[in-house]
């Protein structure tokens, strides 16, 4: 009687010695990299640097940021992809490589839905249609009757063809009935400088790559693309409230897996994310960079991925947009 209650004293000791064995499996053995698509600096590669610093501490191992820059994010994500589902490569995931591309890239390499589990969705940040001093029309009714009366000539400089700023001006255009002249650049920076010098008339962009502009005063800004205000642009009317209702162009970040990732390691990511997404001074900085309603389950970033896909699809196909154009 005595053996058999040693016996289950030492089952239920090695069973709770266990536990934080099998609790520590869910997380990947050795360094993680992060693949960020753009340049650093920008605001994907802001966001990885934010969670990731976290993390590090959370899971003691090392995290490195690894830019893999090129074609709107599509790079990064294809070669993230490819890579073992071990948990070692994860990536910040853009509206670009997983929303925009797969309507306008016929031949891309990955499949959203097969190749990637979606892990956690870190922020959404809004667009803001902004212009220079030296424009007419300051609010978004003037900019539409200028529109008309002058179509085809009133000049909107996007990041690149079939980027998240081209599809917001898309999107606007189909909404106001209007025609107006894309001109793409290779990138936020040399637009933002072309719209400040005077070279093109209106822009749609980030708002992390807009706010230093506007609080400068070097940009106007009009109007913004979610249907509520951030927190960071209090006073800057929604596209929402002037006339467009629903308007919704965003640009979104959130970390994603290569597609067999075991289910328990994405759960218990997906928990310390939530856990780093909530600590005020990651909040803090969040909303410095326009960044909000990140967190949730991964369902829910299933869901929205999927919504956001839909959503632009159609925006392509009505207005005929190509990814060069």
């Known amino acids: 009687m005595k053996r058999r209650t040693l016996l289950q004293a030492t089952g239920?000791?090695?069973?709770?010695?266990?536990?934080?064995?099998?609790?520590?499996?869910?997380?990947?053995?050795?360094?993680?990299?992060?693949?960020?698509?753009?340049?650093?600096?920008?605001?994907?590669?802001?966001?990885?640097?934010?969670?990731?610093?976290?993390?590090?501490?959370?899971?003691?191992?090392?995290?490195v940021i690894e830019n893999k820059a090129g074609a709107a994010g599509v790079i990064a994500a294809d070669f993230t992809a490819k890579q073992p589902s071990d948990g070692n490569t994860l990536l910040m995931a853009h509206i670009n490589s997983h929303a925009l591309a797969p309507s306008l890239q016929p031949k891309l390499g990955y499949v959203v839905e097969r190749d990637f589990v979606p892990i956690c969705l870190v922020g959404v940040t809004p667009n803001l249609l902004i212009c220079n001093e030296a424009q007419p029309a300051k609010n978004v009714k003037d900019l539409v009757a200028l529109c008309k009366a002058k179509p085809g000539q009133i000049s909107f400089a996007s990041a690149g063809g079939g980027s998240a700023q081209h599809l917001a001006l898309e999107m606007f255009k189909l909404r106001a009935g209007i025609d107006a002249l894309h001109v793409p650049y290779k990138?936020?920076?040399?637009?933002?400088?072309?719209?400040?010098?005077?070279?093109?008339?209106?822009?749609?962009?980030?708002?992390?790559?807009?706010?230093?502009?506007?609080?400068?005063?070097?940009?106007?800004?009009?109007?913004?693309?979610?249907?509520k205000r951030a927190k960071g642009h209090p006073n800057v009317p929604t596209m929402d409230e002037q006339g467009f209702a629903g308007f919704d162009a965003t640009t979104w970040y959130g970390l994603v897996a290569p597609g067999k990732l075991p289910a328990a390691m994405a759960q218990r990511m997906n928990e310390d994310i939530?856990?780093?997404?909530?600590?005020?001074?990651?909040?803090?900085?969040?909303?410095?960079?326009?960044?909000?309603?990140?967190?949730?389950?991964?369902?829910?970033?299933?869901?929205?991925?999927?919504?956001?896909?839909?959503?632009?699809?159609?925006v392509i196909k009505d207005a005929k947009v190509s990814a060069d154009a």
């Open 274 to 314: 939530n856990k780093v997404l909530a600590m005020p001074d990651v909040q803090e900085k969040l909303d410095q960079y326009g960044a909000e309603d990140g967190g949730g389950t991964q369902q829910r970033f299933v869901d929205f991925i999927k919504n956001e896909q839909a959503k632009w699809a159609k």
């Open 187 to 227: 990138g936020s920076g040399p637009a933002l400088t072309d719209l400040i010098g005077g070279q093109v008339n209106y822009c749609f962009e980030t708002m992390t790559s807009a706010t230093p502009h506007v609080k400068s005063g070097k940009a106007i800004a009009l109007a913004q693309t979610r249907t």
């Open 12 to 63: 239920a000791a090695a069973a709770t010695l266990a536990a934080p064995m099998i609790k520590a499996q869910t997380l990947p053995n050795g360094p993680i990299r992060i693949i960020v698509g753009f340049p650093p600096g920008g605001g994907t590669d802001a966001l990885a640097r934010v969670v990731a610093q976290k993390l590090t501490t959370m899971w003691n191992t090392s995290i």
